[in-house]
């Protein structure tokens, strides 16, 4: 599977859009971007995934780059309770052995 | 729904002692994850079971760790013996066999004096 980077901290005002960055530059075409996040001894919680196309759910929006090397999470209106570790993870095919790295802690402030 | 269900949520034991922990799946998901998640190494997966076949045991860390799944409601967890350095909280997952949408248990944590 292929790796992704990610920011190790971000900070969001409270109301505001938070863009969550992730590049995946060795991501091949049968892989899918994957979002979860983990909210503070919860287990994980997942968010949205996508191929290629842009995708948009209740919890948030998917922006991936034309070439898919990289993606962007897009929280519309954060919240206090979106404090939380976000991963974005490649995987492929139709199986979801998901492979978690360090992820995106996202700090909310009022 | 109930969730993912796991069991115990807590458990304080000793070296040397068997641990086991218990899983029970969405009802209809027919792929079972095990990982496991600690300071130092974050979340990893260590094995999972697709229609109640284990496919993957790459990442159980030792022989001292098994894992079963006799039916699909039910999967187990064993840790013999238990060491120290097992200390982590253990989730369970559970999916449909074509999708990547993990719903996660609350996970066990466990700790190993």
């Known amino acids: 599977d292929a790796k992704t980077t990610q920011p190790t901290s971000m900070d969001c005002a409270e109301g505001r859009a938070a863009n969550l960055p992730c590049n995946h530059s060795t991501i091949s075409g049968n892989e899918y971007v994957y979002w979860y996040r983990q909210i503070h001894s919860q287990g994980p919680q997942y968010i949205i995934h996508g191929l290629k196309n842009n995708e948009t759910n209740e919890m948030a929006s998917l922006i991936i780059t034309e070439d898919r090397k990289s993606s962007t999470l897009i929280l519309p209106h954060a919240t206090l309770r979106d404090t939380a570790v976000y991963y974005c993870i490649v995987s492929g095919g139709s199986q979801g052995n998901l492979i978690f790295g360090k992820g995106t802690k996202l700090s909310v402030k009022p | 729904d109930a969730g993912v269900i796991q069991s115990p949520r807590h458990e304080v034991t000793e070296m040397g002692q068997e641990v086991t922990l218990r899983c029970k799946p969405i009802s209809g998901h027919n792929s079972l994850f095990w990982y496991r998640q600690t300071m130092m190494r974050g979340l990893e997966l260590l094995i999972y079971?697709?229609?109640?076949?284990?496919?993957?045991d790459s990442g159980m860390p030792e022989d001292r760790f098994s894992a079963k799944m006799p039916n699909a409601s039910f999967s187990t967890l064993k840790i013999q013996p238990s060491e120290p350095r097992d200390s982590a909280v253990y989730f369970c997952a559970s999916s449909l066999l074509t999708s990547g949408e993990l719903f996660f248990g609350e996970g066990s944590r466990l700790t190993v004096l």
């Open positions: 079971f697709n229609n109640n076949v284990p496919i993957d």
